[in-house]
Structure formats: C-alpha cells, structure tokens
C-alpha cells in the first residue's frame, strides 16, 4: 500500500470526529451565551454586525482549548475504530510500522499546532483587548450586575440606586431613587426618569435624573437637613472599574507576544511572573497539540477491543488531566510557588514523558492498558464488586417475596405488557443519552473550572467550596443539556438502527416506525416532566447556593437572597428603611433610618432616625430609642423633633424583614405567578416576567420535541453513521437555542405576546417534527 493511500486513510478517519467534536464543545460552551447576544442585538440596540463582532472576539478564548482538545478526542476516536475493527492488526502484518502511522498525524497536529499558536498569539489578545473597547463603545453599564428593577444595587461606589421600573422599549428607568454617601455626607435623590450616560469614549458615566428632589443631610446636626426641587440633574460616578480598563496597562492577557516578552522584566515582582506565566502558556499550549497526537495514536492502538467509546473515554481522561494541570501549573507560577518556566511548561514535560512511555509500549507491541485492566489486583476488585452485587441482587429478592404474591403477580402483569421491543429500543437509547449527557456535563464543568481556576487561586478558596459550586450547578447544567442530549441520543438511535438494517428487519416483522418509537417518546416525556419538577422544587434553592458560592470564589461580596441590597427594604406605601444591622433573634435594629416617600411626586413627607430600635410584641409597636423626626409635608416648613423614645406603628412586623426577595430563576411558577399579580396591582410592567413564568411551562417540553424532530431527521442522514447524527443534533441544538433566546427577549420587550414569545419556537418546532414524522416511509 502507498504511503499516499495509506495517509489519506488515516486522514479522512480522524478529520470527521475532530470537526464533530470540536463543534460540540464550541456548542456546550456557546448554551450559556445565546440569550445574552440575543439581548444585545435587540435590548441594547446593537446591530447584528456588532453581536457577530462579540462572538468573534469571545470565540478565540474558547478555540484555544476547544481545537487541542477536539483534535486529541478525534484522534484517538479514529485510531480506537480503526483497532476495534482489526484494522490496525492487517497494517501491521501488512509491514506498516507505528512510525508510518504517526507520521501523517503529526502532519496534522502540526497544523493544529500552528492554528492555535495563531489564536493564542495573536488573536486572543486581540479578541480580549477588543471586547473591552467595544462593551465601552456600545455604553454597557460598567457594573458587576445589570440595573434591575426593584432592587437595590450598590455596585457603584458610594452610591445606593434603585429603579421602580424599566421602560424595555428605551430602556430608560422610571421611579429612580439615589443615595449618596461620602465624607459624612448623604445626600438622598428622588426623581421621576433617569439614566446612565457613557461618553463618547467610554471613560466617563453620569447618572441623569428629571423632575427630582434632593434631601441633604447633616448627621451632626439633623436639624439644618435641606430639600430643594430640580428639573434635570447630572451626577458624575465613581467607577473604578472603567477608570482602569483605560488608564492602567493591558493585562497580560490582553497583551500580544511580544508585548510579553518586552514586559516580562518591567514592574513589580507579581506583574513579571504574570507576564513570564502568560507568555510560556502562549507557547507551550500550541505545541501540546504534538504531544497529543503521539500520544492518541499510541493509545488508539494499545487496546484492539476497545472501540469509539474507549477512544472517546480516555480521551477525556487525558485532556482533563493536561488541563488541570495546565491551569494549576499557571496559577501557582503566577503566585510564586514554583518557577515560571515549570508552571508554563509542566503539563507538556508530563504529558510527553506519558507519550514517550505509550509510544515504546506500542512499538515493543506491548499491550500495556489490556495489561493494567488485566491486573490481578482488578481482577479481584472486580470480581468482589459483582459478588457484592449478586448478594444485594439477593437482598432485594428476599424483601420482595415478603412482601408477598400480589407484588409478584403485579410484576408479572408489568412484564407481559412491556414487550421485547420496547425493551431493546429503551436499552439502545440510554446506552446512547446517558453518556451523551455526562461527556456534555463533563465537557461544561471542563471549561466552567478553566474560567474558575484563577480566581480560585487568587482568592485562596477552597477545593470543598468548588466542589459545593459544582454540585449546586448540577441543576441548571440538566435543565440545559438534557433537551440536546436527548435529540443526540434520538439521531444517534435511530440513525445506527437504520445503518445495521434493523429498521428494515422491524418494517418487514410488520412493527412500524411510530411503534418503535414509543419507548423512546416515554422517556423524552418523562425527562421534560422530571426537568419541571427540578425546575420547581431543587433548581430556586440550588441556583441562589451557587450564585452565592460563586461570588465567594470571584471574590465578590456575598450576594444575599434575604433582600437584596442587605440593609435597604420598602415597606408598605412606599415606606423605605435603612439599617446598619438586624438581629432577627431578638428583632432589634441598629442605625435605622424611615424615608417616607412620594415616588410619583418625588417628594420625601418625613425622615426618622434612631440609634437603636425594637420591636415590642405586647403593644405590637416599634420602640425608637435616641431618635429624631425631620417632616417636610408640613406647610409652614421642615419641622425637626428629637426624642428619647418612642413608639410608632408600621404594618411591617420583624418577619417582614426575613422574608425572601428572589429573581425569577430562582422562583417557582407559583412564586413567580403571585409576584407578577402583586406588581401587576402597582401598575408595573411585567411583560418579561410573564414571559418567564410561560416558559417555565414550555421548555421542559423541549426534551419531548427534540425526540419527534430527531426521529425523521436520523433517517434523513441515510447510512452516514453515529458521528454525524451528532454534528446534525448541534446544528438543529444550535438555531433551537437561538431562537428560543431570540423570541424570549422579544417578549420581554413587549414585541410579541409573552405566551407566544414563550411557545413560539416549540409550536415552530414541533409542527416541522409532525410534518417531518408524517413523511417517513413506516
């Protein structure tokens, strides 16, 4: 056979799953950004030219990773194919040596190597540097949190801001309140509209107001406080997370090589191991690549029984292993711990000197992973693991037979109804989704640590409060990936089914398409069911633990849910309340401060302090102790009085101040349904909360339709195989995703119904699945 021949072989069974594998990661990586261009292409104005620039300049960070690891799993996939089909064995007798066959795939990983050296070197520092600008350029509220309504957000420096409501179509705010601190100074700002104005060049931010009040206030002396009116205010912000984006240098992974490599010798101590990190990882990443391909040939022919899934399984082991090596390796450079060279370079010296071992076992013919799964101490380990079974296999008999007869004859009705067929069927299409689920759950928590792992050694945090913030995630990663799992698992099915003749063996024993299928549709109904259940009863709690545990590890203040804004709350109306501390056990407050307002006249009627507040459960009264009242509603002037101690009746009881504000993710349906009545009462708008509450409803049903639109579409690919049932799967999973996160910001903005903004892409969807389904050949 010509070494021509014989490349183009090796070839043509590599590029398929590497392409396939790295559109997939690209996809799982890309599940959590689709609402979010969504919104900015519609929301925030930008056009369609400027969210395809975003996706370009985010794209690199992603390919970096994504093309290595992408190139080692399909690789190894090919190699395992072409052994568990004693290919390999007829080459080798054929006289090809391993070297031959290395040989093409180092053609290829260099490349690879080459591509991803350009990404690293020259386009990521670009995409980063770019990206800053542009958010700047388009106006984007430099704050850790978007302005959200009726929630106090203090992520301005010294500045409380709270937003009755937003108007999606202008995105203006209307109800604004604003308190200022600074210098013993505090300055209160009521007025009717308002907005945040970033100048040309992104550097500077003003809070605009119109038809305000202003309310100084002297702490030393409360009786001189002062209330004027305005028609349009400007307040100039402190952000100094703007500031620095502009003034400071480039972060090192902002900077080009040779930036690097200029600076590496420039600043403090920490700047220069930063730098020297960056600059070995730009290099060192581009020629694992190498490495990856020794090591996947070598591998892909160690074990002839393995197949595609030990190909696709030690994949995964390896790129985890280099990866968190890599990243660890980096942090700890950067920290100082060990040298600069060996936190760039330590993951390839370990990973070559893994390759160098694979690549003599594999020329000695030594079969070294048959020989380690072979091992006598496994061998005893697992035949321990099968005793224990059989004996709990037996356990469960004998609690079974106490339980007496009728649980057999139940059992044994429940047999005779589930026939063979659906037996096999349900036993092929678990065999495919349940690790299509957890390679895309791995594949998510991969590059979820990757963006984690800094700021976990930045911030010193534990491993146990990681893994807390990986088993929290576990409910929004189903609630994501169990829809494109399933149509996956569908193509895939159906797909091999048809390839291997068996659907013609099933037409021809008089069993149909659609009876076949039955088994299959059940689960997908029972996923989008249990998916409704984790959504309601596990994904609210879950989702407020991660979010927390996740500002924990960015170094961020702990964001709590028991009202947001921690000492700010409005009572009944309008009543605002403002306190240092609450002890709820013995419901004593600290520092408390009462605004009663007119938010629709911008107007403050009173303010009262104290120093120390208790409730009395006797009299069912707030007791104030070395306090003072400030009216302004009076028409003779500000009227002040100081007291020693008071009591005050306010509907607000100590429980009010524990009770929970959420936001709709972390919300039932019941929740979420009693809360937009309650706004819908004050005249708010609450069309994208009503567009939550519906979908809801409608997305778990995405599991059921992404079954009835995969069944038609695997016989469309005829005889094409398992890989390209996954590559349609994403591209169906892809414009799924973005319509479904385009029709729910245009229902937020009150550009189509909630209710169809919600269903619209399901009704779209599974109409062309039925039409699809209608026309297969059963």
């Known amino acids: 056979m010509s070494h021509r021949r014989l490349n183009r072989i090796f070839y043509r069974e590599i590029t398929g799953p590497c392409l396939i594998t790295l559109l997939v990661l690209t996809f799982v990586v890309f599940t959590r950004e689709f609402g979010r261009l969504a919104e900015m292409l519609i929301r925030r104005n930008a056009d369609a030219v400027t969210v395809v620039q975003i996706v370009a300049y985010i794209l690199p960070s992603v390919l ?43 053609k290829v990983a260099s490349a690879v190597a080459l591509i991803t050296a350009l990404f690293t070197c020259v386009l990521l520092p670009q995409g980063n540097w770019s990206l800053r600008r542009l958010s700047h350029e388009l106006g984007f509220k430099p704050l850790q949190s978007e302005i959200k309504p009726r929630v106090f957000n203090e992520d301005i420096s010294n500045t ?17 309140f604003v308190h200022t601190s600074e210098n013993g100074k505090r300055q209160i700002m009521l007025a009717s509209k308002g907005d945040l104005i970033t100048s040309e060049n992104g550097r500077r931010v003003q809070l605009h107001l119109e038809n305000g009040t202003v309310y100084d206030t002297n702490e030393a002396a409360p009786e001189r406080d002062s209330l004027t009116r305005f028609g349009t205010q400007d307040l100039l912000l402190s952000m100094p997370e703007m500031e620095t984006a502009f003034s400071k240098p480039k972060r090192p992974k902002d900077k080009t090589l040779i930036e690097l490599w200029r600076d590496r010798q420039h600043g403090e101590a920490s700047e220069q191991r930063a730098n020297g990190v960056e600059m070995h ?34 994949s995964i082991v390896v790129a985890f292993s280099y990866f968190i090596l890599f990243d660890l390796g980096r942090s700890l450079a950067t920290e100082g711990a060990i040298p600069i060279w060996l936190g760039g370079w330590g993951g390839d010296i370990l990973l070559a000197a893994l390759a160098g071992f694979s690549f003599y076992a ?46 057999w004859d139940i059992c044994t009705v429940c047999v005779q109804l589930t026939r063979v067929i659906d037996l096999y069927m349900l036993r092929n299409f678990l065999f495919y989704l349940i690790p299509t689920l957890a390679i895309c759950m791995s594949l998510f928590y991969l590059f979820t ?4 792992m800094d700021d976990i050694v930045r911030n010193d945090v534990s491993y146990w409060t990681v893994f807390h913030y990986f088993l929290f995630l576990v409910p929004h990663i189903l609630t994501l990936l169990v829809p494109i799992s399933i149509l996956i698992a569908t193509l895939v099915t159906f797909g091999v089914l048809d390839k291997t003749s068996q659907i013609v063996a099933f037409k021809s024993c008089g069993i149909s398409v659609y009876r076949i299928a039955v088994p299959v549709v059940l689960v997908s109904a029972l996923s989008g069911a249990g998916l409704f259940v984790l959504q309601e009863y596990v994904s609210p709690y879950a989702n407020q633990k991660q979010d927390s545990l996740r500002n924990i590890i960015k170094g961020r203040p702990v964001q ?43 107007r403050l009627n009173y303010h009262l302090y104290a120093k120390k507040v208790r409730w009395d459960p006797a009299t069912r009264n707030w007791i104030f102790n070395q306090g003072w009242r400030r009216d302004f509603a009076g028409g003779n002037g500000p009227n002040y009085e100081a007291f020693a101690e008071r009591y005050f009746s306010f509907p607000e009881r100590p429980s009010y101040f524990e009770q929970e504000v959420k936001e709709s993710s972390k919300m039932t349906y019941g929740e979420l349904k009693v809360y937009i009545r309650s706004l819908q009462r004050a005249g708010f708008e609450v069309d994208q909360l009503r567009t939550e509450l519906y979908k809801k409803l409608s997305f778990p049903v995405v599991s059921l339709i992404m079954t009835v639109l995969g069944i038609p579409f695997s016989f469309s690919m005829g ?10 799967g994403v591209v169906i ?46």
């Open 449 to 452: 640590f990757f963006e984690l």
């Open 64 to 106: 970096i990773f994504s093309i290595p690891f992408a190139f080692l799993i399909g690789t190894l996939i090919g190699f395992s194919r072409l052994s568990s089909d004693s290919e390999i064995i007829a080459l080798r007798a054929s006289g090809v040596s391993i070297w031959q066959m290395i040989k093409p795939v180092l």
């Open 362 to 407: 594999a020329s000695r013919e030594t079969r070294i992973v048959e020989r380690i799964v072979d091992h006598p101490v496994l061998s005893v380990a697992g035949s321990g693991v099968r005793r224990f079974m059989a004996h709990l296999s037996g356990l469960f008999r004998g609690v079974a037979a106490a339980a007496g007869n009728r649980f």
């Open 733 to 778: 999973g892809i414009f799924y995703w973005g319509m479904f996160g385009a029709f729910e910001v245009m229902g937020a903005n009150g550009l189509l119904a909630p209710v169809l903004a919600a269903w619209g892409p399901n009704i779209l969807f599974s109409t062309a699945g039925l039409l699809m389904l209608s026309w297969v050949k059963t």
């Open 160 to 176: 409380i801001l709270y937003v009755e409501d937003i108007d999606l179509r202008t995105s203006g705010w209307k109800g604004v």
């Open 560 to 602: 709590t849910y028991y009202q947001l804004g921690r000492n700010w709350i409005f009572g009944e109306n309008n009543r605002l309340y403002n306190y240092a501390h609450f002890d709820s056990k013995n419901d004593i407050f600290a520092d408390v401060s009462v605004y009663d307002l007119d938010i629709s006249e911008n």
């Open 719 to 728: 005889r094409k195989g398992a890989l390209y049932g996954i590559a349609a």
């Open 281 to 314: 990882g730009r290099i060192s990443l581009p020629l694992a690549s190498l490495i990856f391909g020794l090591l996947a040939v070598t591998l892909g022919i160690s074990r002839p029984k393995g197949g595609r899934g030990y190909g696709f399984i030690t």
